[in-house]
């Protein structure tokens, strides 16, 4: 295990590899489609699926409040300025589920998930992140914010946002 920083959070290689391999690989739709099939877990709502609540927000013209309910589904809390209203406007569009599923895998890909142009740099310092993660020479800590995590392996060191929180 990775001890991380001075604090008693502990974390797994497995659950670091984890974390590199989601922030590389772009969101799919049945990832999303997963995400969105778990019940809301507290409030008014608590045991509905969130499917059925977002399509009852789109159905009703409520697009804000269907992209509030995609993101707490994707544990996404701190959105690029803008990012929000721009699901808000792609969901506007979208008839059923899947393509609900589908818009908001592209979208939360574009804004949360490696994109192309900084691609083949961050997937060379991921792989070398990985390599010296398997042979044990990495270390980790709490960064600034709470989810942000500081992983150092004597030659490199990365700051990694932590998307899923759940994880841990």
Do not use: C
């Not at 590899?17 to 997963?34: C, D, F, G, H, W």
């Not at 992983?151 to 490199?156: D, F, H, M």
């Amino acid at each position: 295990m990775l001890k991380v920083g001075y604090t008693k959070m502990r974390i797994t290689k497995k659950q670091l590899r984890k974390l590199i391999r989601e922030a590389i690989e772009p969101m799919t739709q049945s990832y999303v489609l997963n995400a969105l099939n778990a019940p809301v877990s507290f409030g008014p709502n608590k045991g509905l699926p969130r499917t059925e609540l977002v399509m009852q927000k789109v159905k009703a013209l409520r697009f804000n409040e269907a992209a509030s309910i995609v993101m707490d589904a994707l544990e996404i809390d701190d959105p690029p300025m803008g990012a929000d209203d721009e699901l808000a406007k792609i969901l506007s569009h979208q008839k059923s589920i899947d393509q609900i599923a589908l818009a908001a895998a592209d979208w939360g890909t574009k804004h949360f998930r490696m994109n192309e142009a900084i691609d083949s740099d961050a997937r060379k310092v991921a792989a070398e992140l990985l390599r010296d993660i398997n042979q044990g020479v990495a270390t980790a800590e709490m960064g600034d914010a709470p989810d942000e995590l500081y992983i150092s392996t004597g030659r490199e060191s990365v700051l990694v946002k932590v998307i899923r929180r759940g994880m841990m």
